[in-house]
């Protein structure tokens, strides 16, 4: 049975991801990430939530504490946005929450090291559960007190949303070679002899919850717990363990501006009364001679978040992008004396991953990691795609630049530094 608490303040939306969750704060006075009844994806994610979340965490995985939540849709008639207005209005009744964790980094693997053994247990229960948004673009995983969390189990048991095809479905192997944790080299073998062992994960699943409380969780009064929502309907399928089909991984839809070089005339006297529109010819061979050198680019500015619920935020980087010249980079700069006023417990040396990881990735070869194989625009669309945990892209600006690589260095003196 989950614990069920009540919502008493809405505090703000989480625009990662298309069902649009939100951070409220309930009745325990606790703060959790709300997942709506009334989003497009249906209440059956919900289940999928609640079903795979409970069982990743009896098999000794890290899942934030799940939690029914009530909910008054009067909490959204005042809200400014028209689209989370709805959304709260739609979802009157019990909804679904999971614990949030202040401060956690999103997980980059080239930020941080797995375990083999880890990556093994991870990728085991995603086919067990047939995951299929666990891919190195959307990794659905958090460091958080420098250990790894799973969230987001919504796009499992997916054989549920079409009953008929379940038995054909479950019969297909399950495609890792998309898996945010391949490049730590899972070992599956481990799970197995965990598995034999016996008690090996039940010890586990004790160490790390206890481990988990006391790294700060706030305490939760228990004085009434009521029944979850409806999700014993079909849990029995979670005893399935043949995983999914092969799906594709999810094409980036994002296109860079125009790469025409635009138009544009130098500085100049203002044109003598009674000729507008009469230009002489050589002055309007010299504007285009000086548009011609110069390429459209796009840059977004590197943000860190210390504490998402609060709001408050700083620069910390730079990402530039030129689709003329195939051009893609970061430079980034962390000031650390920032990141401490804002939040004394942030982690810094997690912070300072996350943002080399962003540099890495622009670098391509090597250093991007599963990246490498995309181009310039695939890697910049990938890394300006809404975030909500500590380290988070800017809004997309465009301008005019001879040099996009100089155009880099000038913009971190000018917004970060």
């Known amino acids: ?10 505090v703000t939306p989480l625009r990662e991801g298309g069902s649009l969750p939100g951070i409220v704060e309930a009745d325990d006075l606790g703060t959790y990430v709300m997942k709506f009844t009334g989003a497009g994806q249906g209440r059956k994610t919900l289940v999928a939530e609640v079903v795979c979340g409970e069982l990743a965490r009896r098999l000794g995985l890290r899942v934030p504490e799940l939690v029914t939540i009530q909910l008054d849709p009067v909490i959204g008639l005042a809200e400014p946005d028209q689209e989370v207005q709805e959304l709260l209005k739609a979802s009157g009744g019990l909804n ?27 990728v085991w229960f ?6 299929v948004d666990r891919s190195w673009r959307n990794p659905n995983m958090l460091v958080w007190h420098g250990d790894l969390w799973l969230i987001d189990h919504g796009a499992t048991m997916i054989w549920h949303h079409n009953w008929p095809t379940a038995q054909s479905a479950s019969a297909k192997p399950y495609n890792a070679s998309d898996h945010v944790l391949a490049p730590f080299g899972p070992d599956i073998a481990a799970r197995r002899r965990a598995r034999a062992a016996g008690h090996r994960g039940t010890a586990d699943r004790g160490r790390r919850r206890g481990a988990g409380r006391v790294a700060g ?19 029995a399928a979670a005893r399935r363990d043949d995983p999914r089909p092969d799906h594709p991984r999810r094409a980036d839809q994002g296109q860079a501006f125009a790469g025409s070089r635009l138009a544009g005339g130098p500085p100049g006297a203002a044109a003598a009364p009674g000729r507008a529109g009469q230009e002489d010819r050589a002055g309007r061979e010299g504007r285009r001679q000086v548009s011609t050198e110069r390429d459209v680019f796009e840059y977004a500015l590197v943000r860190v978040v210390p504490r998402v619920e609060r709001g408050e935020m700083f620069n910390a980087g730079v990402l530039v992008y030129c689709r003329a010249k195939s051009f893609v980079a970061a430079r980034t700069h962390l ?41 310039a625009g695939r890697r910049f669309r990938w890394l300006i795609a809404p975030r909500s945990t500590v380290v988070q892209p800017g809004p997309v600006h465009t301008g005019l630049t001879a040099d996009p690589e100089a155009e880099v260095e000038r913009l971190l003196d000018l917004l970060v530094r």
């Open 1 to 10: 049975m989950l614990t069920e608490v009540t919502a008493t303040r809405y």
């Open 96 to 122: 679904l929450g999971m614990d949030y964790l202040p401060g956690s980094i999103g997980f980059d693997p080239l930020a941080y090291e797995v375990d083999p053994a880890e990556a093994g247990r991870v």
């Open 217 to 235: 969780r706030r305490a939760r009064l228990r004085e009434h717990r009521g029944a979850p929502p409806r999700v014993r309907r079909r849990a």
């Open 126 to 131: 995603d086919a067990l559960i047939n995951n």
């Open 335 to 375: 000031d650390e004396a920032k990141l401490k006023a804002l939040d004394p417990g942030a982690d810094v040396v997690g912070v300072r991953a996350a943002l080399r990881a962003v540099e890495g990735v622009c670098g391509g070869g090597d250093g991007a990691g599963q990246a490498a194989g995309d181009d």
